[in-house]
């Protein structure tokens, strides 16, 4: 581009063409132009039509990234004496023959991006990434020459970027969150001299997999830090297989998630002989932090082991934990889905702006505790920790958010809070059923299927995911049926006491009129208008409707999703 700019002239035209021998060498184009920063394969040619597609050949949304389908008078007819190769690059598909090219691409201001090969996407915890996107926003750094994105090998698979240049691994992350979803940023960044390179000059992939994850070493301190930091440090590294996490390291700055925290606290309940919780790990959130609140719980629980004195239980464990650290003068009160770690908040978090401060209200997670079974019970705890928090000055307005169940607790606990003279700006619900009509946010597949056809990308996959598990269900049925024919006696199955990890208990709360301000943001395939019915017979709610489903790798609050909701909350929050 800089040749076609300032040295062959103005009067010279440079046009990117794209096109696989399949589709007779030419499909699409783009026409550069002086000043462009990136080249697209643009638009097709007369005649020829381009379609991004899913792996069922359906449209994907606008902006998308997907595979691209040609067709028109320039396909050919296949190859020849080949007819498997055939049939599965060349396709029917609504009355046209289309031919599968296998190139990634994604449609931005109106051209054609060529992103990779679908062949080159990588499976990552369940998240299905493309490399060469990660890569793009990592050279496109300061510092960055060059860089290759694999998925590490280990005990689990993982996200592993090796690169030329800076060395500066935590700068590197932070740069890169602030521009991909948190699934998208490595786990780790190595630094190396050079990449391996097939004979054609090509970045060679498999070479890069097998690089070692850790080449570099243990970093020490002379700081004084608690008692177990040393044992914490040695759990750390063996679960995040990198060997310079150190006292202060922060958990997700070295790659920790979800699964990972899993793995710690097993490991740590294991060896310290006490329950550990993953509120624990973010609260701590190093090494040197964790330990400090683990010490006083390991002691105690070594002394009732030597007094034989069985582990407490009664009292619910319910905590606020801080997940974000800002001005104090308006802060945001997550409330967790059900019963479940705050993990899922995560992502959320990563987008809101920086001077906000989050709080999260965890219920109990540690299994010899109780826990509250009823909305009312959940709300009154959580107002007695929110009363004792520094977060909550008096005076200063607050807002309460919550995640499916979590926003029922949110609403029985703003009408709380504002009765005992707290001010409450808003109640903001992400996905949240109304009780006592739960059934019509999970359950009801016909409105389903009709938010499906509206948008029909993800439709049939749908019909499969339905059709699979109707099929274990019926295979179930049947293999108990046969079991009871044969003689077998089967054991008493114990009553059924939660759904979706939610106590049965929970769903007998009924919301009592409210003039609060609520913001429903509501999950385009799960949740019908009944549910904003509803709610509006209780208060005055403003629905947004939000691109995904209530939970899985589709859920709203996934990282690739959650950034729409972030950005709306923290404009409301500006704007008051």
């Known amino acids: 581009l800089e040749l076609h700019s300032s040295r062959l002239g103005p009067e010279v035209d440079l046009f990117n063409e794209y096109g696989p021998t399949e ?247 294991a060896e310290l002989g006490c329950a550990v919780s993953i509120g624990d790990l973010l609260e701590g959130r190093t090494p040197a932090g964790l330990a400090a609140r683990l010490s006083p719980l390991a002691e105690d629980a070594a002394e009732r ?89 008096p005076g200063r307005a607050i807002t309460l958010l919550g995640w499916s169940t979590g926003g029922v607790v949110a609403y029985e606990l703003a009408k709380r809070l504002r009765a005992g003279g707290r001010l409450v700006d808003r109640i903001a619900m992400i996905d949240t059923y109304f009780p006592g009509a739960e059934q019509e946010l999970w359950s009801n597949r016909w409105w389903k299927y009709k938010s499906l056809i509206r948008n029909p990308s993800g439709f049939f996959d749908e019909v499969r995911n339905t059709a699979k598990r109707r099929s274990r269900a019926v295979a179930k049925s049947m293999g108990m049926r046969l079991l009871r024919l044969s003689g077998t006696t089967l054991p008493e199955l114990p009553a059924r006491a939660s759904a979706g990890g939610v106590p049965l208990e929970a769903f007998s709360y009924r919301p009592t009129p409210t003039d609060l301000p609520i913001v429903l943001y509501a999950a385009s395939f799960t949740n019908p208008d009944r549910t904003h019915h509803c709610w509006r017979e209780v208060a005055s709610i403003e629905v947004v409707p939000v691109t995904g489903r209530h939970r899985g790798f589709q859920s709203v609050m996934g990282a690739d999703r959650v950034g729409d909701i972030a950005s709306d909350v923290a404009q409301r929050l500006a704007d008051d």
């Open 23 to 269: 589709t007779t060498v030419w499909a699409t184009v783009h026409r550069a132009r002086p000043g462009d920063t990136s080249l697209p394969i643009g638009h097709p040619i007369a005649g020829v039509t381009a379609r991004v597609a899913n792996s069922s050949g359906a449209a994907m949304p606008a902006g998308a990234a997907g595979e691209l389908l040609i067709a028109g008078p320039t396909v050919t007819a296949g190859y020849l004496d080949d007819p498997r190769a055939t049939e599965q690059r060349f396709v029917e598909l609504d009355g046209q023959r289309w031919y599968r090219s296998g190139d990634l691409v994604r449609v931005v201001d109106g051209d054609l991006h060529f992103l990779g090969r679908v062949d080159d996407q990588l499976n990552v915890g369940g998240v299905r990434l493309e490399p060469t996107e990660v890569e793009s926003a990592l050279t496109a750094l300061p510092g960055v020459d060059d860089a290759v994105v694999v998925a590490g090998g280990g005990t689990r698979s993982r996200l592993v970027a090796h690169v030329v240049g800076t060395d500066d691994e935590a700068s590197i992350r932070q740069q890169l969150a602030n521009t991909l979803p948190s699934t998208h940023v490595p786990a780790r960044v190595i630094v190396h001299d050079a990449l391996p390179r097939t004979s054609h000059g090509k970045l060679d992939r498999k070479a890069a997999a097998d690089l070692a994850l850790d080449d570099v070493g243990a970093i020490g301190t002379t700081e004084a830090t608690a008692p177990m930091t040393d044992d914490v440090i040695r759990i750390w590294r063996s679960v995040l297989e990198r060997s310079d996490v150190g006292p202060h390291s922060d958990y997700f700055e070295t790659g920790g998630d979800s699964l990972s925290a899993v793995e710690i606290i097993s490991a740590l309940e």
């Open 305 to 393: 082991s030597s007094q034989a004195v069985p582990s407490p239980s009664g009292e619910p464990v319910n905590r606020i934990i801080t997940m974000q650290e800002g001005d104090p003068s308006s802060p945001l009160v997550l409330l967790t889905p059900g019963w479940d770690d705050i993990f899922g908040y995560q992502a959320l978090v990563e987008h809101l702006p920086d001077h906000l401060t989050v709080v999260a209200a965890t219920a109990s997670e540690v299994e010899t505790a109780n826990i509250d079974t009823t909305v009312d019970a959940i709300a009154a705890s959580f107002e007695a920790l929110l009363d004792r928090h520094p977060a909550m000055v």
